[in-house]
């Protein structure tokens, strides 16, 4: 497998995606880039409930995707089932968006997602 990691859309992004939202489609293809790019120094880490997810854009934008790369995982949220961390095509590179919303929202509905995932262990 060559170094260029995979992006996965886990099924929280998909129901928080917006296809008609410019915004969010631009944002998307952004942080899509970047993580292609370099997945290990792209976003911003965030802490406490949200940890290991990250934030992406930085600076004063709006829209924020939350994503966790699959090496940040250890399998607290992406489960040992998960086609995510399973594949034999996987690189713990590898990225999964997993909520995408306005800065205030992606933060507190997209921590509540998180725990709701950490809890169905």
């Known amino acids: 497998m060559s170094g260029c990691p995979s992006i996965h859309d886990h099924p929280e992004f998909t ?7 410019k915004r969010q489609d631009y944002e998307v293809k952004k942080v899509k880039k970047f993580l292609k790019a370099n997945p290990l120094s792209t976003g911003e880490t965030l802490k406490y409930e ?3 997810f990250k934030s992406f854009p ?12 699959c090496r ?4 607290e949220v992406l489960k040992p089932k998960c086609t995510f961390c399973e594949s034999s095509e996987h690189n713990m590179n590898d990225a999964v968006l997993f909520y995408i919303s306005s800065h205030d929202r992606a933060y507190s509905q997209g921590q509540e997602t998180i725990i709701k995932y950490k809890t169905l262990q």
């Open 15 to 21: 129901a928080s995606f917006d296809i008609n939202n």
């Open 50 to 52: 949200l940890s290991p």
């Open 72 to 75: 940040d995982c250890k399998k």
């Open 58 to 69: 930085r600076g004063h934008q709006n829209t924020r995707v939350v994503f966790i790369l």
